[in-house]
């Protein structure tokens, strides 16, 4: 089994030095072997990501944003950058990147991150994005998530393990851009590509949505909530490689009183053999 994670951990924004330990504690309760995290801090002293790997035992890589600014324009402090990362229980062996367009909408510097991971029983092609956040922005995301859907057709090969893609997509399920993604709902960005949600997999009653207005950060915002954090994997491999075991959410509560995000993360065991249930 192989344990995931997406978690947006919301950059410097709030009480960060006491969310950062919040983050770090739910991910050491989780148990996860891969993690892509969204809006990741680093500064000159400093890298959340290279933090966290080394609180947990993990290896890690991250890509900073080449236009920061609205965040620095929101916090009033230009000292801290911002970008996404992997974590990963086993050594990284090859990494890329891809910006994102963004033609008719605000550029803020979004990409893809990857990292072929050498994990025990096949390596695994593993992907980070955060889409843009607007929410007239639809075509922006759609363009956006055709360039990570042949960004991924090109990785995938790699290995038999299906491509997991992890981020925040500020998209609800049924928008046009997550049919785009996913590839079964509508014509596929790459043709014959298919990118299944897992949550497609969780108990029907268990709670879903990753912007949760019971969060006070996000409550603040008076936005409606919306499961817009997601995990997508390939179709299963030979004998039922890499699907679906379980589902859930995590990073959902207070830790010692203190909210680690205003987001949910998103959690799924995948499996590793053939036949495994």
């Known amino acids: 089994m192989i344990r995931i994670l997406t978690w947006n951990v919301w950059w410097r924004f709030g009480p960060w030095q006491a969310r950062r330990q919040a983050i770090a504690a739910t991910l050491e309760n989780a148990g996860c072997d891969l993690i892509g995290l969204q809006e990741v801090w680093a500064d000159a002293d400093e890298n959340l990501a290279e933090w966290l790997a080394d609180r947990l035992g993990m290896h890690w890589t991250w890509a900073a944003s080449d236009r920061p600014g609205r965040w620095h324009e929101r916090l009033g402090d230009a000292t801290a950058?911002?970008?996404d990362a992997i974590l990963s229980r086993w050594p990284i062996i090859d990494?890329?990147?891809?910006?994102?367009?963004?033609?008719g909408g605000r550029d803020d510097g979004h990409q893809v991150l990857?990292?072929?991971v050498n994990a025990p029983v096949h390596p695994v092609a593993f992907f980070t994005t955060h889409l843009n956040s607007a929410p007239h922005e639809s075509a922006v995301r759609c363009a956006q998530v055709t360039a990570l859907a042949r960004f991924v057709a090109a990785r995938q090969g790699h290995t038999v393990?299906?491509?997991?893609v992890t981020g925040d997509h500020n998209a609800l399920p049924d928008s046009d851009e997550m049919r785009l993604l996913a590839g079964y709902r509508t014509a596929p960005a790459v043709p014959g590509q298919v990118l299944l949600d897992?949550?497609?997999y969780a108990d029907p009653a268990a709670p879903?949505?990753?912007w949760d207005p019971i969060n006070p950060y996000a409550g603040r915002t008076c936005e409606p909530p919306g499961r817009i954090d997601y995990i997508h994997v390939g179709p299963p491999g030979p004998g039922g490689l890499g699907h679906?075991?379980?589902?859930?959410?995590?990073?959902?509560?207070p830790v010692d009183g203190v909210w680690p995000s205003d987001h949910a993360a998103v959690l799924a065991d995948l499996a590793t053999q053939p036949g495994e249930e």
């Open 161 to 164: 393990f299906p491509a997991v």
């Open 208 to 210: 879903a949505v990753t």
């Open 244 to 253: 679906v075991r379980s589902v859930r959410r995590a990073g959902d509560r």
């Open 95 to 103: 990494r890329a990147t891809l910006r994102l367009p963004t033609a």
């Open 114 to 116: 990857y990292a072929l």
């Open 81 to 83: 950058d911002v970008g």
């Open 198 to 200: 897992v949550w497609e």
